[in-house]
């Protein structure tokens, strides 16, 4: 029982031991990342520990140091790809995991493409439950390489074209312009030169227009190989040179640019100064594939001026070394072809057969080390096809049953939009029934008024007619009573003949044809004259503008309705005011009316004269509205609007 309490509480010990070990590592590798140093003695410890409670801001330096050290230093890039893993599994961001799910990815692409993949797939679908565009955009574009890697390129024409889009709705405009670079690429490589050169062009226009030095003079840089001219073509690649100087980091991209100069330069001597440009430039920017492929194009240029030493120095003290320690069995396999190529120009032909077997073994395990990655990765890519199958063939279930749920609803749908159809047909047939009796109405009122406005003129012009024998007989008649007073005589005719005239405008305004031949003002302002002296209240006219430009049938209307407001007036009103004014107010005559009069109850219908109808049918007929307000012994109100 001791012994098994002993095992216990060793177990015990050992894995507190472990977990304090583990903090430990963490924690000091998150100081040197923050100090940018491997030094673990670093005397600014405390610095550095305040820097590493900002998670993203340590996340932002490992992404750095994993990306510049994933080719040259494979091991050291996972050691920090998994720092960065350790940092998002602890944190409770999923915005911080999906960041380190795209770190550790980095770190695995060189060699490790599946697991890579699945950490691309991994950061992808965190970053869309959390919403980060520049995440997203980032692992959409990184698994569209492994595509490319794995010759899917329709797939990885459609994730670039994902980027594209993330990136300009997060406005990263670096990884727009990098999306813009490898479609190019991509194109370039399905013989579709003038979209490559589209692509390119995007990625020039958008570095340019955020002054990104990096992607402009790659995409400078590749629009070059479309110079027919070296002249033209060689311009390109130095302005692209000039730009990537610009800013420190592209040591890389410039190294790989002189390597370019130098292969189509056709002088031995400038092509070795370009060789030995991207040398220094490579070994400055720890950048050792193209330092590789520099040495060996330098061993090349050598060869042709027949500097055989200098050349075999290149692979055998340079080249080959560091693909050794790279571990590219690729690149060592070129690089022993080559330098078999160098002992057939020396005239060692045994040795050159030697290199030659040499390289044939590299090119071997190279390819089978490719194709083991190949099927370590198409298996990944394959699982993922298989997932999705899956998930297609549980939709098409679902939306067997969703297409029987929509059916139901499609009838249910159907029978209410009948049943609605039906009501609504019903609706406009009594709605139209309702407009034909209120057109019938009016038409009615329109044929009452155009009898009323007949016999008016019949009685206008009959009284008229007798003015003038009326007067003449009434003239005679005082003549012949000899009332011998001669200011009396003098004072009936003069009322006499007031009288007539009056007649007379009566009778005139009584004729449509008079009145057509009159405005709406003179009309107005000769009825108000005409009836203040009968009036025992006081008739105030208002009219603003002083012209209305109405039309004969209009200017009929609106005067009756005057008309009849007034007789109404004197008729009922024996004292206080009479308002009126006339106003036109946006496209519409407005006409308000008030008095003080005695006023009725309009809930009481037999007080609803044939005055009022006609107001009201006359409004109708112009399109317009009257609206009467009126209380007993509160006067009336009445507010008419007619279009003009």
Same mark, same amino acid.
């Given at each position: 029982m001791n012994c098994f309490q002993n095992s216990v509480s060793l177990q015990i010990k050992l894995f507190l031991m472990r977990r304090f070990l583990f903090s430990l590592t963490i924690l000091i590798f998150g100081m040197m990342v923050c100090n940018c140093s491997y030094n673990s003695s670093d005397k600014n410890s405390a610095k550095n520990q305040t820097r590493l409670l900002s998670s993203d801001d340590t996340l932002n330096r490992l992404d750095s140091i994993v990306n510049a050290c994933r080719v040259s230093d494979i091991a050291r890039a996972r050691k920090f790809g998994q720092l960065a893993l350790s940092i998002g599994l602890q944190s409770n961001s999923e915005e911080i995991l999906a960041r380190s799910f795209l770190i550790m990815g980095i770190a695995l692409s060189y060699q490790n493409s599946d697991s890579s993949f699945m950490y691309y797939s991994k950061a992808l679908k965190l970053s869309q439950n959390c919403h980060s565009d520049w995440i997203q955009s980032k692992a959409l574009y990184n698994l569209a390489m492994i595509y490319m890697f794995a010759?899917?390129?329709?797939?990885?024409? *459609?994730?670039?074209?994902?980027?594209?889009?993330?990136?300009?709705?997060?406005?990263?405009?670096? *990884?727009?312009?990098?999306?813009?670079? $490898?479609?190019?690429?991509?194109?370039?490589?399905?013989?579709?030169?003038? !979209?490559?050169? $589209? *692509?390119?062009?995007?990625?020039?226009?958008?570095?340019?227009?955020?002054?990104?030095?990096?992607? +402009?003079? %790659?995409?400078?840089?590749?629009?070059?190989?479309?110079?027919?001219?070296?002249?033209?073509?060689?311009?390109?690649?130095?302005?692209?040179?000039?730009?990537?100087? &610009?800013? &420190?980091?592209?040591?890389?991209? %410039?190294?790989?640019?002189?390597?370019?100069?130098?292969?189509?330069?056709?002088?031995?001597?400038?092509?070795?100064?370009?060789?030995?440009?991207?040398?220094?430039?490579?070994? =400055? !920017?720890?950048?050792?594939?193209?330092? %590789?492929?520099?040495?060996? =194009?330098?061993?090349?240029?050598?060869?042709?001026?027949?500097?055989?030493?200098?050349?075999?120095?290149? +692979? $055998? =003290?340079?080249?080959?070394?560091?693909?050794?320690?790279?571990? =590219?069995?690729?690149?060592?396999?070129?690089?022993?072809?080559?330098?078999?190529?160098? *002992?057939?120009?020396? !005239?060692?032909?045994?040795?050159?057969?030697?290199?030659?077997?040499?390289?044939?073994?590299?090119?071997?395990?190279?390819?089978?080390?490719?194709? &083991? !990655?190949?099927?370590? +990765?198409?298996?990944?890519?394959?699982?993922?096809?298989?997932?999705e199958l899956r998930i297609q063939n549980n939709e098409h279930d679902l939306q067997i049953k969703e297409s029987k749920i929509r059916f139901i609803a499609f009838l249910l749908f159907s029978t209410l939009m009948i049943l609605l159809l039906t009501i609504i047909l019903y609706q406009w047939k009594v709605q139209r029934n309702k407009l034909n009796s209120q057109k019938s109405l009016l038409e009615s009122a329109k044929k009452l008024i155009d009898m009323e406005e007949n016999v008016k003129g019949r009685v206008a012009m009959e009284l008229h007619d007798l003015t003038t024998p009326f007067y003449t007989v009434m003239s005679q008649q005082i003549e012949k009573a000899q009332i011998g007073d001669g200011k009396i005589e003098s004072d009936l005719k003069i009322g006499l003949s007031n009288m007539t005239e009056n007649i007379r405008q009566i009778s005139h305004r009584m004729d449509n044809n008079f009145i057509g031949q009159l405005s709406v003002t003179e009309l107005v302002r000769g009825l108000c004259n005409d009836l203040r002296p009968v009036s025992s209240a006081s008739i105030t006219c208002t009219l603003h503008p002083e012209d209305f430009d109405l039309g004969n049938e209009k200017t009929i209307h609106i005067y009756r309705i005057v008309q009849e407001l007034l007789t109404n007036a004197v008729k009922y009103v024996f004292s206080g005011e009479i308002s009126l004014s006339l106003s036109k107010e946006s496209g519409m005559l407005v006409i308000l009316y008030q008095d003080s009069g005695p006023g009725f109850d309009m809930n009481c219908q037999g007080k609803i004269g044939l005055g009022i109808n006609n107001i009201l049918e006359r409004a109708k007929i112009l399109n317009g509205k009257a609206l009467l307000s009126s209380n007993l012994g509160k006067g009336t109100k009445w507010n008419i609007v007619i279009p003009v």
């Open positions: 010759f899917d390129q329709k797939t990885a024409l *459609m994730l670039l074209d994902s980027a594209i889009c993330i990136s300009r709705k997060a406005k990263d405009f670096s *990884m727009l312009s990098n999306a813009f670079n $490898v479609l190019g690429n991509l194109k370039m490589d399905l013989q579709d030169t003038a !979209g490559s050169k $589209v *692509m390119y062009d995007s990625a020039i226009h958008i570095a340019k227009a955020h002054n990104i030095s990096n992607q +402009l003079g %790659i995409a400078l840089a590749s629009l070059s190989r479309f110079e027919r001219k070296y002249e033209e073509s060689e311009k390109m690649r130095k302005k692209a040179i000039e730009v990537l100087r &610009s800013q &420190s980091g592209n040591e890389e991209e %410039i190294a790989a640019i002189y390597n370019n100069i130098g292969m189509r330069n056709p002088n031995p001597d400038t092509a070795i100064n370009c060789f030995e440009s991207a040398i220094k430039i490579a070994n =400055n !920017g720890n950048c050792p594939e193209v330092l %590789i492929a520099s040495y060996n =194009n330098l061993a090349y240029s050598l060869l042709d001026k027949k500097e055989i030493e200098k050349a075999e120095d290149c +692979l $055998v =003290n340079h080249a080959i070394p560091i693909a050794e320690r790279l571990d =590219n069995l690729d690149l060592l396999s070129n690089l022993h072809d080559s330098y078999c190529d160098i *002992m057939i120009a020396a !005239g060692n032909k045994d040795e050159a057969l030697a290199h030659e077997r040499i390289a044939l073994q590299l090119r071997y395990k190279a390819d089978q080390r490719k194709a &083991s !990655g190949q099927i370590r +990765l198409l298996a990944a890519l394959l699982d993922v096809k298989n997932k």
